[in-house]
């Protein structure tokens, strides 16, 4: 298997773009073919293990680079935690994506590409991984790489612009020597964004270190995220919903596969890149879902034809507070800068802070189940597409991705259900652990004395 970049640059390995993180043009990196998964592959969704599933979306990619036992070792050290897929109305599941150690979606990604990284690095001098995090991505990327040998994580976040919560997780890793710190940048996401851009772009820094990167711009952190797309469309199969579109009684109808939606909580787009992917690899999705808060670039996009990067709105949402998202060059890719085409797929949608805080409550005292703002963005998304909210009648399925844990978020959802948050284990004991903040300037400087000085 070799990957081409957005730019049209040269054709390399798996291995040469899973150190480069972002391919030396500037562009990212995609797979030059996306093998297709057979119709009995797909009907077999429903008796497979997420490990089994994870083991099949990344063997066509890794093909050539890791050996399958090898590889089978990573997804299974890896993907050790449960993804349910759970009813909140009729018709509208909410795939949790919060049972890894972090508590985020983004263990699955993160983890994944760790291990990878460690089965395939070769020599004595050490990876330097370099991730900006708008809350999430820093501390899943530091904690997937915790005390792995031969590496060096150095994570970047917008002082003050993330939760408490998430500050926490970030920082509990400067209190100790270890292979991985986080530094609070002056700034915006899109600030701590731009400076990554701006290393990987200084040659003289990456001849100096194995400089790669950790955010989704990085093809092994985006691949495994289309494992959770396969195993939910299992899922599906598993509860008994397949016969659920053939109900009208209508000849030669029973059986058939109900639709199914994805709503995907975006910020910078790398999860439902990962989706369309999957799409492509024969995924059966009748469309997707991009829900946005009021950073709304993409859906802005697909309504106008026009892509108009701004800087980003501080919103209760705060992982998506992306004004410039990055994997959306990868989206334009995919479509041939076809903006029809790729709305045949995708419908956007934006929500503000007032319309979140209401579902949240709406949700928790009808349902009785608690969504953190990330996921009600993707909840509100289900709801407003048209049929949708009618699953039953209709033959269509929702299937939102619940990215975040509600105690990540535990100040913004308190205050609206009106009771505390009941914290899990790893994140009281986040919690519980001494803050020690490191606060650095948003410039290309700071960040190269980090790198280079520890300092």
């Known amino acids: 298997m070799q990957f081409l970049t957005t730019r049209h640059g040269p054709a390399v390995s798996f291995t040469t773009a899973l150190y480069d993180g972002i391919a030396p043009d500037g562009g990212l990196y995609v797979p ?173 820094l990456r001849t100096r270190m194995q400089l790669t990167s950790a955010n989704s711009v990085n093809i092994g952190r985006l691949l495994p995220q289309s494992i959770y797309y396969f195993f939910a469309v299992g899922q599906v199969g598993l509860a008994g919903l397949a016969g659920q579109a053939g109900q009208a009684g209508q000849a030669g109808q029973a059986g058939r596969t109900p639709e199914i939606v994805f709503s995907t909580p975006s910020g910078n787009f790398g999860n439902l890149t990962a989706g369309l992917f999957a799409k492509r690899a024969g995924l059966p999705v009748s469309r997707f879902v991009a829900a946005t808060n009021v950073n709304d670039i993409v859906p802005t996009y697909l309504e106008s034809g026009r892509y108009e990067p701004r800087a980003s709105v501080s919103t209760i949402a705060n992982a998506m507070d992306v004004g410039h998202p990055s994997n959306f060059e990868r989206m334009r890719w995919l479509y041939q800068d076809n903006v029809d085409e790729m709305r045949r797929d995708i419908a956007g949608c934006r929500f503000a802070d007032e319309e979140v805080r209401e579902v949240i409550r709406r949700v928790y005292e009808t349902r009785g189940y608690l969504l953190d703002p990330h996921s009600a963005i993707a909840y509100l998304g289900l709801q407003r597409q048209e049929g949708v909210d009618q699953q039953g009648r209709q033959g269509r399925v929702g299937i939102l991705l619940a990215t975040a844990h509600p105690a990540k978020f535990a100040e913004i959802v308190s205050p609206i259900i009106g009771r505390e948050v009941e914290k899990p284990a790893p994140l009281a004991e986040a919690l519980a652990r001494p803050r020690h903040i490191i606060r650095i300037d948003p410039t290309l400087d700071a960040v190269r004395n980090v790198l280079q000085n520890g300092t």
């Open 32 to 204: 030059e073919t996306i093998e297709p998964w057979t119709e009995s592959e797909l009907a077999r969704l429903p008796r497979r293990t997420l490990t089994e599933v994870g083991l099949r979306a990344l063997r066509p990619f890794a093909r050539g680079a890791i050996d399958p036992a090898t590889l089978e070792a990573v997804v299974v050290e890896a993907l050790n935690f449960p993804i349910p897929l759970v009813e909140i109305d009729p018709g509208i599941y909410a795939l949790e994506l919060f049972h890894g150690p972090t508590l985020a979606f983004k263990d699955v990604g993160a983890r994944t590409m760790a291990r990878l990284m460690a089965a395939l690095h070769r020599g004595d001098d050490p990876l330097t991984i370099l991730v900006a995090t708008s809350g999430d991505t820093g501390g899943a990327v530091g904690h997937a790489f915790y005390r792995v040998p031969n590496t060096r994580v150095v994570i970047l976040y917008p002082d003050g612009r993330v939760s408490p919560t998430q500050e926490a997780q970030l920082a509990m890793f400067n209190g100790e020597r270890t292979n991985v710190r986080a530094y609070a940048v002056a700034g915006s996401f899109d600030d701590c964004h731009r400076l990554t851009r701006e290393a990987f772009a200084d040659r003289d």
